[in-house]
């Protein structure tokens, strides 16, 4: 496995994101819709050293839009409310083989929504670990190695999953809380029949501990655990015809994530770990395993009339 390292000073973005709110409703009332959107366009230069597929000036625009609601329905209890969300993916994500998005591409569920047990969701969510590998690892501009990388045995870790159940704690005890998930894989519906895509499913969870240092500031430490079973990819040998059918191994993958993340006055930091093995068995009963070691560290200043700017950078490499 080559790896692959960005600095912040290799990539150059430019965002600029409007939230959009229409029909906005109380928490309180019986019954609430929103819809809302992000207008949301980056422009970005970027300089790899190893592989130059993906170098270039690229425009990757975000804007999306979403429809969500409650219902407080009278044979619930009184501190649970019943939710759901539909949204869309991103208009034109750069360097994308498709343009367009629909309705469902990224959250979207139905589930509850408690003052005493949390939130429970069930449909499309983002997994535990991918959580915060999305923020504060990548996002804004920044995921092209810690997010869109490490890739081993065929697949990375999850990102949003269809078919799953998410939980939510509520503060276990001070700063503490649990996220807790399970669900299928994108191979549980494989065409080919198999018994192992069969089994692909999906369980992982992450563990939150906050401190609150006083005058607005903060530390949480971050633990993560995700574990994937019977996952297919398919390889072909190098100048096989089109017509090869390549060679299919089912991998059982696995990922863990140490982070540390906070806040002091207006600069925001973070850092992270992330530890992926993956093993499958092999026709001839040999027993392939791969391991990747990967990390991110950065800062983030917020500046501006109520912190509505905020500079972003970061160090990462896999």
């Known amino acids: 496995m080559f790896k692959k390292t960005l600095l912040a000073s290799s990539v150059f973005a430019a965002i600029a994101a409007i939230p959009a709110v229409a029909n906005e409703s109380s928490a309180d009332d019986k019954y609430g819709h929103d819809l809302y959107g992000v207008i949301a366009v980056q422009l970005a230069n970027r300089d790899y050293k190893e592989d130059n597929k993906n170098s270039g000036f690229q425009i990757n625009n975000e804007t999306r839009l979403g429809w969500r609601g409650h219902a407080r ?20 994500p750069s360097f994308s083989n498709r ?25 499309r969510v983002l997994t535990p670990l991918y959580e915060l590998v999305d923020w504060p690892g990548s996002n804004p501009g920044l995921g092209d190695v810690w997010d869109w ?37 994108n191979d549980r519906s494989d065409s080919t029949g198999s018994e192992k895509s069969k089994n692909n499913y999906w369980h992982g969870g992450a563990a939150h501990q906050r401190f609150d240092l006083g005058s607005g500031n903060w530390i949480q430490l971050d633990l993560a655990y995700e574990m994937n079973y019977n996952t297919r990819s398919v390889a072909k040998q190098v100048g096989a015809d089109d017509d090869d059918p390549g060679i299919t191994n089912y991998w059982d993958n696995k990922a863990w994530l140490v982070g540390v993340q906070g806040g002091l006055g207006p600069v ?35 500046f501006g009339a109520n912190n509505k700017w905020q500079a972003k950078s970061c160090l990462c490499q896999e």
């Open 99 to 123: 343009s367009g998005s629909y309705f469902g591409e990224r959250d979207t569920f139905v589930g509850f929504d408690s003052e005493r047990f949390g939130l429970v969701r069930a449909g």
């Open 149 to 185: 990388g490490g890739t081993i045995g065929g697949v990375k870790h999850n990102d949003r999953q269809s078919d799953t159940i998410r939980w939510d704690t509520m503060e276990l005890w001070t700063g503490f809380t649990l996220d807790l998930a399970a669900g299928a894989g």
């Open 73 to 92: 329905f009278d044979s619930l209890p009184e501190h649970t409310k019943f939710i759901w969300q539909v949204e869309t993916g991103y208009v034109d």
């Open 268 to 302: 925001g930091y973070f850092a992270q770990y992330r530890r992926a093995e993956a093993e499958t068995e092999e026709a001839n009963s040999s027993t392939v395993k791969e391991k990747q070691d990967s990390y991110t560290t950065g800062l983030m200043y917020n």
